[in-house]
């Protein structure tokens, strides 16, 4: 029996720029945020909640997640970390030419690894 916490769902939240403007975005990313998360920065810290935390399903999110020029790295980490999690990936589906090996490493973990193309509302508009 594992001394470990589990947890039906947790989501990473990595950047909050998008390139969207959807009217009812549900993280409020049309008002302008701005800014990126880095792997690096909590790698340790998410070590040690990897130890305490067995989790079941995880989403990879933002703004659009994919705009994080760190995002292959949060992928790569977080797969590491929870190796019997299943990992979905939430985006706007406009920034995948952004990171051609992501394709792969889904294939290389198809039982495991989703990626959902979401939209917030039907009047979308590229940010200028």
């Known amino acids: 029996m594992?001394?470990?916490?589990?947890f039906d769902r947790l989501e990473f939240?990595?950047?909050n720029v998008c390139n969207l403007n959807c009217n009812n975005c549900?993280?409020?990313n049309n008002f302008a945020f701005a800014g990126h998360q880095t792997w690096s920065d909590y790698a340790d810290i998410y070590k040690e909640w990897a130890k305490l935390l067995?989790?079941?399903k995880i989403s990879i999110l933002g703004g659009e997640?994919?705009?994080n020029p760190d995002f292959m790295s949060w992928v790569n980490g977080i797969r590491e970390l929870?190796?019997?999690s299943e990992i979905q990936i939430t985006t706007n589906g406009s920034q995948l030419n952004r990171h051609p090996e992501l394709y792969d490493f889904i294939a290389a973990?198809?039982?495991?690894?989703f990626l959902q193309?979401?939209?917030h509302g039907l009047e979308q508009k590229e940010k200028v």
């Open 2 to 6: 594992s001394n470990k916490y589990i």
């Open 26 to 28: 549900n993280r409020f």
């Open 117 to 119: 193309i979401n939209f």
């Open 13 to 15: 939240y990595i950047t």
């Open 109 to 113: 973990n198809a039982d495991k690894m």
């Open 54 to 56: 067995d989790i079941d």
């Open 82 to 84: 929870w190796t019997n």
């Open 65 to 67: 997640p994919m705009l």
